[in-house]
Structures are given as C-alpha cells and as structure tokens.
C-alpha cells in the first residue's frame, strides 16, 4: 500500500542529545514537511522540501536540521540547540502536479525529553 | 500566518449535520480550499476540497461561496467518530510553504 511511514512511533532522549526522526514515502511525491504539534494546538511548519538536495525553513525552524538526499525521504534531526523539543512530531508529503494536490500524513512520532 | 479563521470549538448532536464554518476573506483566483481532519494522536486526514464549485464525496459535502470569501464543510449525518479537529487550509497546487491554523475541535453530543 502506498503511504507515509514515521519511525519511531515513540522516543524518548536525554537534555542535550540529538535526535533523528525517520520519514519515508512510496508516493512518488516530489514536496515533503515536517510539522510540529503541541498539546491543544494546531500545526506548525518546520522544514519543507519541495525536490531531492533542496529544503526550505518553515515558521520554526531553529533547532532542527534535515536532508533531502533522497526522494521518498526526508529525516528530521532534532538537535540540543532546540529548546523545548516535547512534541508531536508529523511528516506529510504531496504531489506537485497540476490541480489539486492533496497532502498525506505519517501517523506521527512522540519525542518526550526527560 | 494562516489563511484561514475558523472557531475553536462547536458541538453537534449524534445524527444531525455539522456545519463548519471557515473565512478565507484574502483568498486569491488559483488557490484551492482543503479540508482535513485530525482525530486525536493521529496525522491529519484530507477529508474534500474544491476551487469554486461545491463539492460532494463519501465523506462530506464542501459549499464555498459565490465570491469565495469563505466556505463550509457539511459532515451530514454526524457520528461520535467525527469527534476531531478539523483544519480548513488554502493553497495553490505549487504553494509548498502549507500553513495550518488552529483549526475548529468538533464535540459530537450523543
């Protein structure tokens, strides 16, 4: 089946450590995000890539890397300069044909820091 | 900034219609209007959406107004599993930089 998958579902890290959140796609989808989702609150944009060695900052991009070596992925690091890291974590992907193009989500992943 | 404004929150009753509203009053001529939907601790779902015309599917029905300044999205007979956010965004079909808002946190009553 063709989808988005995010791994891990649930990560748990230490104050200071970097992090890797893993995004893959088998939709042949050229633009893929990175949103961040805090409790009670809507989606924010983090990193956005719109083709393979080619990214752009969202809203919030301090603290947070990522690399677009490949087109079906597109890893979010979390790095030790972000400073509340605590979220829910969603990568989407779509289509940049002409029409519609209609967003697909991961199911997300968890990062707690302790 | 998002595009779009929607209410925080609205209650339905179990089997009746939920109207959802959204204002998108700066929308320009090829910007698409989505709907998508987020049950809790789960990535959104693309629910409809449409450029000028309503539109129907399994799911819901879309109705944009005539000077497409804003929209609503019809779930028509609702059920406790619509309980979700529902997020209203607009775009082209080249606009990357997707900005979400708020969205509105549909209670279904029983």
């Known amino acids: 089946d063709g989808g988005i998958t995010q791994s891990p579902k649930y990560l748990f890290r230490k104050e200071g450590q970097n992090v890797t959140l893993s995004c893959e796609q088998n939709l042949n989808h050229d633009a893929m995000y990175w949103y961040r989702q805090d409790p009670g ?67 997300g992943s968890r990062l707690t820091v302790l | 900034d998002a595009k779009t404004t929607q209410p925080p929150s609205m209650d339905c009753a179990e089997g009746r219609a939920a109207n959802l509203p959204c204002n998108h009053s700066t929308i320009s001529g090829n910007e698409y209007v989505y709907w998508y939907r987020q049950i809790h601790s789960q990535g959104p779902q693309y629910i409809i959406h449409g450029l000028k015309n309503n539109e129907t599917n399994e799911m819901a029905s879309l109705i944009i107004t005539e000077d497409r300044k804003s929209s609503t999205l019809i779930l ?14 607009v775009r082209t079909h080249r606009d990357d930089k997707i900005i979400f808002g708020k969205g509105t946190r549909l209670h279904i009553l029983p």
């Not at chain 1, 809507?42 to 393979?52: A, N």
């Open chain 1, 41 to 107: 609150q809507g989606l924010r944009l983090i990193y956005y890539s719109q083709i393979v060695n080619d990214f752009q900052k969202g809203d919030i991009a301090e603290g947070y890397s990522v690399s677009r070596e490949k087109k079906e992925s597109f890893p979010l690091t979390v790095t030790s300069a972000q400073k509340n890291p605590t979220a829910f974590y969603l990568c989407a992907s779509s289509g940049r044909g002409s029409g519609a193009n209609v967003l697909t989500f991961g199911a």
């Open chain 2, 76 to 89: 028509p007979h609702a059920t406790l599993r619509d309980t979700a956010v529902y997020y209203c965004i």
